[in-house]
Each structure stands twice: as C-alpha cells, then as structure tokens.
C-alpha cells in the first residue's frame, strides 16, 4: 500500500502533462476542424487513379 | 396556315442514364448530347456547364468526388469571357491588398469562403482542386465552416488563378473579409475549449479520488491516504477554479458592480466559498471536502455555455457567408467626353459627377444619368419584374439595377447613403431594428431567479445552524449547487443548434437566433411571386406558327437576331435551343431598338424579332386571324420577315414544381397562405390559382407588402415571408421571420442579408420541412423547460431538507443536464418530416 505514497503525486503529474498536451493541441489548431480529417482519410487515394480514355466528348 | 406546340420536353428517346444530369442531377433536356467518360462508363450531363466541370474533374484525377458525394453538385454556370476579365480583378493591388495578407517569405495567403459545397466530397474537391495549382503553397478546407485557406507563391500565381480554377470543377468562392469576426470567434472557441478540457481533466481526476473515500467504510481507509488524496485533489481543482471558472467571477463581479444579481453569481458563490472550504478543510485535517463537487459544477457549467457558444458562432458563421463579395470595381472615365480612356476604380470611391460605364450584363452602381447609350435595364429592384424597361440619353438609372443590353455611359448623382439601393437597406434595417428582444426578456427572468437561489441558500443556511457542526453549510452548498441553472440555461440553446444543424442540411441557412422559435409560432406564409414561386428567369412555353416555316427554323432565326444580348428573352430562347439542339443562323446588320426589338438581316432577308407592331411593320400584313389564345401573364415575342409572319414566341416563367405541394403541406400544418407581388393582376391571378393560394394581391410595391404584413400582425397573427428581390428587403425584415430564395440570382444580395434564413436550394419543400423541424424544436424546448422546472421543485426542497449531500446534488445536477441534451440531440437526426 505505500506505493500509494508513490502512485498519487504520480497521477496528479501526470494530468498536469496532459493538461500541457492538450493546450499544445488546441493552440496549434488540431481542435478547428473535426469533420475534415475523417474524410480526407478516406477520400484521399494512395493508388494512382486509372487513366481515363479519352473517349468521344460532345461538347457544343 | 398551321400551327404546332412544341412543349418543353423533347420528342426523343430518353434512357434511363440520360434522364437527370450527371454531375448536377437536374432533369437532363439534352438527351445524350453532352457527355463524359467516367470510370468506363459514358454520362450524360445536361449542359455545356455541367459537361465542362465534369471532364474537368476527371482529368485532374478527381473522379472520388463522384464516387464519394452525397447528392447532386450545384449546377456550374458556364464560364464566358466576362468571368474571366471579372476575376481577373482580383488580382488589381487596389483590390487584393483588401484581402491577402503577405507573410514573412513573400508569399501571400488569404481565407476564402467557398459557396455551393454540399458534403464532405465538395469540400474535398475544393481542396484538392486548390492545391493542384501550380505555385500554391498551402490549400486546407475546414469541414466544418467551409472556409479555404490558400497561401500562394506571388510570382507563378494569383488569387484570380485560384478562383478560376475552383470555378473550372463548378465551385465559386470569393475571400472572405478580414474585418468580419471570424479571427475573433476562433480565438474565443480555443479559449472556452481549453478552460473546458482543463476543467474536465480536473474534474475526472478528482472523482477518481473521491470515490475510494465514499466507498470505503469509517476506519478502512488508513487517514494518511486520506489526507494525500485531498492534497492531491487540491492541486486538481485549483487549476479548475483558477483558470476555468475565471470567467463565472469576472461575470459575477461585473453584476455586482452594477447592483444586479446575474446568473453568475450564485455560481460564483458557491465555487468560491466551496473550494475556501475544501481548503481550509485539508489544511486543518478535519470536516469535509467538495473537490469534486466544484470540479463537477465547473465542467458542466462550462460544457452548457459552450454549446450556446457554438450555436451563436453557427448563425455569425451564416451572416458571413451570405455577405455580397467585396464590392466590384467599376470602369471610370478619367475625362469624359475628351477621352475614352477609363480606369477601374472601387465602389466605394466613386462620387457625384462621376461619368462610369456600364458593360452589358453589369450593375449600376448607383442612381445617375444616362448619357449616351441606348439599352434596356432589368429594374426588378423596383418593381419585382425582370422584364427590362427601354432607357435612352437623358432619362435616369437607378442604382442595383442590371443593364442588359448595350453599354452605357452614365453620369452619376447619387452615390452612397443617398442611392436607392441603400435607402432600401436603411429601410429594411430599420425595420430590422424594431423586433421584440427576447434576449432582455430571458435576463430579467434569470436575474430574479438568481436572487431566488442565494435567498434559498440563506434560508436553509439558518434553518441548519441550531443542528450544529457542519450541516448548515453542507446543505446550503447543496441548495447552491443543485439549483445551478444549467439544465434551465441548456434547455433552449442545445434545441436551436440541433435544429439550426438540421436546417443547414436541408439547405436552410439560419442566421438569426431567434428565428426557428419564430418559425415553429407562424400562423400565415406570404409567398412572393416572381424567383419564388416561380423561377427567376423566363421560359419558352410555345411557339405558335404563324408561316410556313417550321419551329426549328423560326427558333434558329430568333437566335441568330439575338446572339450576345444578355436579355432575358435571349436566354430563354439560346436555353430552348439548346435544348432542342438548334444552331443560330447568322445574321448580319444586327440593330436593336429599346423596348421594341430587333432587326437583322439573315441571308439576305430583313428579319424582325420583336413587339406585334415592330414586327408587324416588316411583315407588312395584319396578324393571321387564327393565332391561338393567349395564356395569363405571358410575354409575346414576334418573329417576322419581309413579307411575312413567322411565329410568335409565349415565353412565361414557370412555376416551380415544388409550389403547389409546398402550399397545400403548409395548409396542412395550418399556416394560411398569402401571394403578394409586384406584377400584373393577371399572371398572379394565374400563378395563385395554379398553385392554390386564395388570397392573392398583384401590383404591390415594396411599401405596400410590408403594409400587407403589418395589417396581418395587427391581428396578432405571426407572418412568415418568403422572397428573393432586393425590393422584398423591408417586407422581409418587417415579418416575423423570413426566408430569402437565393439560388444563384445575383441581385438578391440585401434579401439575403435582411432575411432570418437563407434558402440555397429552389426546392420550395424545405420550406415546409423547415416548419415542421421548428415545431418539433418547440416541443424539445417545452419539453426540456418542464423538465428542468420540474425536477427544480423537486430538488430545492430535498436539498434544504438535507437529504442531498453536496456530492449528489452535483450528480444530480449533471444528470438532468444531460437529459436536457440528448433531449434536443434527437432532432439533430430525425429525418421523419424530410421528403
């Protein structure tokens, strides 16, 4: 149980680092856009897209 | 003598691909005669406009928008010479110091704010599309505001480079403006998101501590763990109350200074004296601690006031993005009539006596006199109507107004605070003034019931003091606490956004707070006629022979008459040649007389495409007898040639299909609907019997429809106004709440800044929807406002009788929040009343 002794101004430190982590974050704007990010993962293509023939076009 | 109906619809075989637009799914007229190839597959696309963007993205690899998008891309507006010398002026130092910002390297960047994004695919095409320029440094498109940031090299690039570019793939953006809050409102966000985060840190941290020393049993937990598990929490909160809470004190102090109790200071009481509390308590080893009472109490008090933050950022976000782009530069004649030089010059430098000119299909910037020239000028600023009224030398302009046909050299008088256009604004700002503030309302309300709390508090502090030790301040920490407002000040503001959310899905920009609470309490609807109920520009419906040439050859003679002239009836007729894939003839000796018509000669035969006396005069008889009736509220436009009579063109603006439905749904969800309009009585009988309203009044100026409204009011009936013309400005804010139709109509930009919401779609439908939400959004706040009364009356009195322990009563409190939130979650997704 003494560890505990250890344990508890451990835990408190440890949230004061957190607290510094999340201030670098929101600073750096990681906190502006939410949505973004999700989609970009997904719509962004490592393949290079299939070239596309360049078939008969009609325009007038 | 025959003659033939050619409705709109095309007499070809229509497959099931060719039926809607690829890239704008509007119903596709052309058939298979605009295409792209696409991952295969060969679409059809309804347009030049649509085909270009469309091949235009997938040449630039960004076929995924088409894979990835949520429904139809807005339709692009083809790109002709104009646009270009238009953008091109971005790029003039007068103008793009206004806008972009130079940093340290050189390069330049500026924010802008992109229109027409309809999902995550749009926003992701903008960006992509941004940074595949050459010379861009940097391109990022926030989700969620829609706003681009660009920072481009300035010697490979420009701004009008980038504009250009997003209008190739059918996305138009302008900068933003600087001055607007924009900086402000994202500084601020940061700031309550840090006191939040650290408040939450605080608090969960806290709890974990406070848990073992609930649980446990007396004795069981040895008073040395005890003692470094309240120092610990004393280390967490004091960031808590320090930092997060600052705002509750600078609140509370600011009211007391001027002798009022506000919300905040009970808060600001119970943090303060809690933690004092807390302190001394585990500085003396004796009595009890409220750590995590306090951190509770902090976090979700900062959590409710960040939502209505969000919700107040969400409508400034809105206003934003419907403000006009920056004012355009205007052609001034450096000295007039000496020289025909000119220079571009600002809006906002031009002054009295100042010669312009106006190009055809521009604006007028303000009220003057025409001197030379000969053109026509759509003034539906005035009058509601686009149909253009014939000007010559001497007679006047006025300000806003679009000249369609021919330049024009203009002698300005007005400019400024006196020109029409801004006596409307002051008008309809004016107007805007006069609503009832619900803000002050809800302050004197939560003024009184502030001092209510802390008079509990009081009450229950003394009717404990004779129980001795620390029960007195025990139980009045917890009247405090739990009588904390937060469910109460949730209740609305979580309701707003999650409909406010809603409605921006449907395409319904809300940029005033009050307006859904507005909305759901409408009892009548006054619809206006022209760009609302029907569509803004006019429409081939028939055309009658009156020779022996066929429609095809008339429609190719009437366009080859008025190729290049941007008046409406030009485009209804290019647009139904499109459409029936008929190409102009050429014409030679093309004159236009105001007002009348125009003459030309075409193979060598004199043509006259005009009024039924102009082209009568050519024609040289009088017109067949047999010429089928006329419809309500057409516009007739003959063609004929030496000798004879050709055909006559009814052009009408079509109703929009959604109308009719949307009329009988809001009579349906009992709101009684009203047209009032500019135009004759004849085509708005007709409109009003097509679509089925009753009361129905033509010829209305724009003081006489707000005086409609005000008559309405005076009955104690609450109007909805729904228009699109800058005339409708007053009307709009003199209602209760308005919506302004603005899809892609350029001169409505004081509509929109004067109307509560803002329509981006033409589906009259979502009108209907958005009723339906607001009502559902009164019920949730109804709904949430019992419920935090109720559960009020019922704590108020457990607290004082000392059944809650501090502790619980934060629970207790954080609970009935979070009904209050999930409560209005809901209407964030329900999409029941959505067709």
């Given at each position: ?12 430190a ?40 360049a078939?008969?076009?009609?325009i007038? | ?10 007499a ?30 060969t679409?059809?696309?309804?347009c ?18 088409y894979?990835?998008?949520e ?55 903008a ?34 480079d980038v ?36 408040a ?18 007396p004795?069981e ?10 120092w ?15 705002s ?27 933690f ?9 080893g ?29 409508a ?7 403000a ?126 502030s ?43 979580t ?12 395409g ?34 028939r ?27 030009a485009q209804?007729?290019a ?27 075409v ?47 009814d052009?009408i ?7 009719a439905e ?52 005076a ?20 209602a ?8 892609g109509?350029s ?47 019922v ?32 209407l ?8």
């Amino acid at each position: 149980m003494e560890a505990l002794y250890l344990l508890i101004p451990l835990s408190v430190a440890a949230v004061f680092a957190i607290g510094w982590v999340l201030w670098r974050a929101v600073e750096s704007g990681q906190f502006d856009d939410l949505e973004g990010p999700g989609h970009r993962i997904l719509m962004d293509d490592d393949a290079p897209p299939a070239e596309e023939p360049a078939g008969p076009r009609t325009i007038v | 003598m025959t003659t033939s109906t050619l409705d709109a619809p095309i007499a070809r075989p229509t497959f099931d691909e060719t039926a809607h637009c690829f890239h704008c799914g509007e119903p596709n007229l052309a058939g298979d005669t605009f295409r792209a190839r696409f991952d295969g597959r060969t679409r059809y696309l309804c347009c030049a406009g649509c085909a270009a963007v469309a091949q235009t993205i997938v040449d630039a690899g960004l076929g995924d928008f088409y894979r990835r998008r949520e429904g139809a891309a807005p339709r692009p507006a083809e790109i002709v010479p104009g646009d270009v010398r238009a953008l091109g002026r971005y790029n003039l130092p007068a103008l793009e110091r206004q806008v972009a910002h130079r940093r340290l390297d050189g390069s330049k960047e500026t924010d802008l704010i992109l229109e027409g994004l309809t999902c995550a695919a749009c926003a992701w095409l903008a960006e992509r599309t941004i940074g595949n320029v050459p010379g861009v440094i940097e391109a990022g498109v926030n989700y969620t505001t829609g706003r681009a940031h660009v920072a481009w090299d300035s010697r490979k690039t420009s701004l009008a480079d980038v504009l250009f570019a997003l209008r190739r793939v059918g996305l138009d953006a302008h900068p933003a403006d600087p001055q607007a809050g924009a900086a402000a409102r994202k500084r601020e966000r940061r700031k309550r998101l840090l006191e939040l985060l650290v408040a939450c840190l605080g608090m969960m941290q806290v709890m974990m501590f406070a848990l073992p020393i609930y649980l446990a049993e007396p004795g069981e937990l040895a008073p040395d763990f005890e003692h470094l598990m309240r120092w610990a929490s004393l280390f967490l909160t004091a960031p808590v109350v320090a930092y997060s809470a600052r705002s509750f004190f600078a609140n509370a102090w600011r009211d007391l200074a001027r002798r009022r109790v506000g919300m905040d200071v009970p808060i600001a009481i119970a943090i303060a004296v809690a933690f004092g509390a807390s302190v001394r308590a585990t500085f003396s080893g004796t009595g009890e601690v409220y750590y995590d009472s306090v951190g509770m109490f902090v976090f979700l008090l900062l959590a409710s006031r960040y939502l209505e933050f969000t919700a107040r950022a969400q409508a400034a976000e809105a206003v934003e993005r419907l403000a006009p782009p920056l004012p355009a530069l205007v052609d001034r004649f450096t000295n007039f009539p000496d020289t025909l030089r000119t220079e571009a010059v600002p809006v906002g430098l031009l002054a009295a006596g100042d010669v312009i000119a106006v190009q055809a299909g521009a604006t007028v910037p303000a009220d003057g006199v025409i001197l030379r020239g000969l053109s026509a000028l759509d003034e539906s600023l005035l009058t509601g109507e686009s149909r253009p009224v014939a000007r010559k030398p001497g007679e006047r302009v006025v300000g806003g107004s679009i000249n369609s046909i021919s330049p024009l050299v203009v002698r300005l008088d007005q400019v400024g605070e006196q020109a029409t256009l801004a006596q409307i604004s002051r008008l309809a700002r004016r107007a805007a003034g006069t609503r009832p503030r619900l803000a002050t309302l809800s302050d004197t309300i939560a003024g009184g019931f502030s001092a209510l709390v802390l008079a509990l508090a009081a009450v229950t502090a003394i009717m404990w003091l004779p129980a001795g030790g620390d029960a007195w301040f025990r139980h009045a920490i917890a009247v405090l606490v739990v009588t904390c407002p937060c469910a109460l000040a949730l209740a609305v503001p979580t309701a707003l956004t999650a409909a406010g959310h809603r409605l921006s899905r449907l395409g319904l920009l809300v940029s005033r707070g009050t307006a859904i609470e507005a909305l759901a309490a409408v009892t009548d609807v006054v619809f206006d006629k022209t760009g609302t109920l029907t569509e803004p520009r006019l429409a081939v419906k028939r055309i009658a022979l009156l020779g022996t040439q066929s429609a095809e050859q008339c429609l190719a003679c009437a366009l080859a008459l008025e190729t290049g002239s941007a008046h409406p009836i030009a485009q209804s007729l290019a647009a139904h040649a499109a459409a029936l894939d008929v190409t102009p003839a050429a014409a030679d000796e093309v004159s236009t007389m105001s007002g009348l018509g125009v003459e030309a000669v075409v193979a060598g035969v004199g043509y006259r495409l005009g009024t039924a006396v102009f082209a009568g005069a050519i024609a040289g008889k009088p017109l067949p007898v047999e010429a089928p009736a006329h419809g309500a509220g057409e516009t007739h436009v003959y063609l004929a040639r030496k000798g004879a009579w050709l055909a006559r063109f009814d052009l009408i603006a079509p109703l929009r299909a959604s109308a009719a439905e949307t009329v009988e749904r809001l009579r349906a969800q009992g709101v009684e609907p009203h047209l009032v309009s500019g135009d004759l009585s004849d085509a708005v009988a007709a409109v009003a019997s097509a679509v089925g309203i009753e009361r129905a009044v033509a010829q209305a100026a724009p003081a006489d429809k707000a005086d409609y409204v005000k008559r309405l009011q005076a009955q104690g009936r609450k109007v909805l106004m729904i228009g699109d013309g800058i005339n409708d400005a007053p009307v709009l804010a003199a209602a209760d709440v308005s919506i302004a139709v603005a899809d892609g109509r350029s001169g409505s930009d004081l509509a929109r800044a004067h109307a509560a919401i803002v329509m981006l779609n033409s589906n009259l439908n979502r009108v209907a929807d958005a009723h339906a939400a607001a009502l559902e959004a009164r019920r949730v706040m109804r709904q949430n406002l019992a419920w935090a009364i109720a559960y009020n009356l019922v704590a108020v009195p457990l607290a004082m009788a000392g059944v809650l322990a501090p502790w619980a009563a934060a629970l207790g409190m954080s609970l009935s929040s979070l009904l209050v939130v999930a409560n209005a979650a809901r209407l964030a997704w329900r999409s029941r009343f959505e067709s």
